[in-house]
């Protein structure tokens, strides 16, 4: 290992490629430490949390980092205990501007702007209303309707506990505001099909539509310079979330970008496993990877796998959405709650959930969250047949809709 220093951060590599000022070794009370690394741009995250020391020898980003390797990698222990700590980061120097990644910032309030009040963004916004006192300093609100930006304000505002003043404050907003935050929420839509469409994946109806809204938002983002998190609460999220990235321009680093569709096909097949006894493995062994819709993937256990089981919970939790349509109403609630308002939270919070983040060139939802050292996808001793289906999935979000 070659180790350096560079203002007052500590900085190591596996090259001597760099002309950071050297030194033997980092202290030993050193608890944020920087790898530097050289990953193809065109497919590769500028930063992210090292969370194997596996990550250390990577020569591209890749499926296999969702999966734990069957080998051990030999480092020294002071780096195997920052990475066992999460306090290591690795730093993409593809990156012209890879030095702005030398940070941690600890957790603290953030300020969340929502974009769209429509039912899902109504939704989403009582939802961080609530649960958002620890985490959200405030709320602003912008919608093309000023009426309901009035609406939405005056009733946020009007709720609270009897005796504390803990919620955050919600504030209607200008367009041109939209990006001082450290939050940008995407709730804007168009193109949802209506009650009684008989279209099996209604998500990618959306796509066309939303693409075109997204890309304004994504333009923006670029011209304020926007350092926080680009949030996608609408459909297709793994698809816009593409699209962003492309509108911003280069200035946007893809782990900036999030899609917040995932969380709620897990909870739908929570749901599925507390009614039906074969799948409740699910619960505490379960996981949920790939888009929000057809290409999901449900694992009924990821100790004990079923492929078949595996692919009839699949079924249940892409179908739910239809099963509520047959009610005579649109399936926004789940999703505006469930991926958006409690994964957005838990986010802030540091605490693992689901959601789709850059990964070899494209959006796919796996469990992950996010850290001072950067984005920590979760690593699992992987079942081969739930891999192959992971591949297939990913191979069909890097084809073009």
Request: with cysteine; glycine share 6%; net charge neutral.
């Amino acid at each position: 290992m070659f180790y350096y220093k560079y203002c007052d951060k500590y900085l190591f590599s596996i090259k001597d490629d760099y002309n950071y000022t050297k030194i033997n070794d980092i202290p030993s009370d050193c608890e944020e430490l920087y790898f530097l690394t050289c990953l193809n741009k065109e497919n590769s995250k500028k930063s992210f949390a090292v969370n194997h020391p596996c990550d250390l020898f990577i020569d591209e980003e890749s499926l296999e980092m969702l999966k734990l390797p069957a080998k051990s990698c030999d480092i020294p222990t002071r780096l195997a205990e920052l990475i066992e700590k999460r306090k290591i980061k690795a730093v993409n120097t593809e990156y012209n501007d890879y030095e702005d990644c030398f940070r941690m910032d600890e957790p603290g309030k953030r300020k969340v702007n929502i974009l769209a009040l429509g039912d899902v963004g109504s939704t989403l916004l009582i939802g961080l209303k609530l649960l958002g006192k620890d985490v959200v300093r405030a709320i602003g609100i912008y919608d093309r309707g000023m009426d309901k930006i009035k609406r939405w304000e005056y009733e946020m505002n009007q709720t609270s506990f009897p005796f504390e003043d803990c919620l955050p404050e919600v504030k209607g907003i200008e367009k041109e505001e939209l990006f001082d935050c450290d939050m940008f929420v995407f709730c804007a839509s168009k193109g949802v099909p209506p009650i009684g469409s008989k279209t099996a994946d209604v998500r990618m109806v959306q796509f066309e539509e939303n693409a075109k809204l997204i890309k304004e938002y994504a333009s923006m983002a670029a011209d304020s310079g926007f350092k926080g998190i680009f949030a996608v609460v609408s459909d297709p999220v793994d698809q816009l979330c593409v699209t962003v990235l492309k509108e911003s321009r280069g200035v946007l680093a893809p782990e900036q970008i999030k899609g917040y569709g995932l969380g709620v096909m897990n909870a739908r097949a929570l749901y599925y496993s507390k009614k039906y006894e074969k799948f409740s493995m699910y619960l505490h062994e379960g996981r949920a990877f790939g888009p929000h819709g057809k290409d999901l993937i449900i694992a009924n256990s990821i100790t004990n796998y079923d492929d078949a089981l595996s692919r009839e919970l699949t079924k249940y939790a892409v179908e739910a959405n239809l099963e509520v349509r047959k009610t005579g109403f649109k399936p926004y609630i789940a999703p505006a709650l469930s991926s958006g308002a409690i994964s957005i939270i838990y986010t802030l919070e540091g605490r693992y959930h689901y959601s789709s983040n850059y990964l070899s060139g494209v959006y796919m939802g796996a469990k992950n969250r996010n850290l001072p050292s950067g984005l920590d996808i979760e690593k699992i001793k992987m079942p081969d047949k739930l891999f192959e289906r992971i591949k297939n999935t990913y191979e069909n979000l890097t084809q073009p809709m």
